[in-house]
């Protein structure tokens, strides 16, 4: 695809309930973020994959957070007993490394996840 | 040491005026300082990025400031337009570390 694929848009689930957020990177791209913004606030950083590297899981703010990345590619966000509280718009971006260094991050449309 | 600060937190600026946007950094090994734009129900774009090696750099109405010595950039939107009305956020990077953003700043621009 030409960009950053994310899925689904919008999601509504009950509270307790577990949910899985699909994040689907440019081609190529070995960096693979993922960010959490609640209405009209900034981007929250919960994860950052690079390459073959363990990932930085710093900004998960609980344990019931996890994400993969499978095959250097696909990565899945999955939010465990979900919470009013992870009510939020979930960022996927992706970026190349150029010359030992990050370039141009470039986010999806996010995935809207409402929980009642 | 990692936090990048941004200010203002909003801003409305008349149509045709200057806007402009600070961030601040502690880390001196940041080597990427890019600003991006998002409108809502979007997803953040790249507007404008800078390396520590130019102090200005501009592109169309946009313009980033960048002082190495006072660990400070900036961006400067020139004959700001209603278009222009969204949020911005800085932010800055090291070799292949993650982004660190700034908080965002809402700007309005009145017609």
């Known amino acids: 695809g030409a960009g950053v694929s994310q899925s689904p848009s919008n999601k509504v689930t009950e509270k307790g309930k577990d949910v899985e957020l699909r994040c689907d990177p440019i081609s190529g791209h070995t960096a693979l973020y993922w960010y959490r913004q609640s209405l009209g606030q900034g981007l929250e950083f919960l994860i950052y994959f690079q390459g073959n590297s363990a990932p930085d899981k710093s900004g998960l703010p609980s344990d019931r957070f996890s994400a993969e990345r499978t095959g250097g590619s696909v990565s899945t966000l999955t939010i465990q007993r979900t919470q009013q509280e992870d009510s939020a718009v979930y960022l996927c971006a992706s970026s190349l490394v150029s010359q030992g260094r990050n370039t141009e991050a470039f986010f999806g449309q996010g995935t809207r996840l409402t929980v009642v | 040491q990692q936090q990048v600060k941004q200010s203002p937190q909003s801003l409305i600026v008349q149509k045709g005026g200057i806007s402009i946007i600070n961030c601040a950094y502690e880390n001196t090994a940041f080597d990427y300082f890019p600003w991006y734009q998002q409108f809502p129900g979007k997803g953040p774009a790249l507007l404008i990025a800078i390396r520590p090696d130019v102090s200005e750099k501009k592109e169309g109405r946009f313009t980033i400031s960048f002082n190495k010595s006072a660990k400070q950039f900036s961006l400067h939107i020139m004959d700001s337009q209603p278009g222009d009305s969204a949020t911005y956020f800085c932010?800055?990077?090291?070799?292949?570390?993650?982004?660190?953003f700034g908080t965002g700043t809402r700007l309005k621009v009145l017609a």
């Open positions: 932010a800055a990077s090291k070799g292949t570390y993650k982004y660190i």
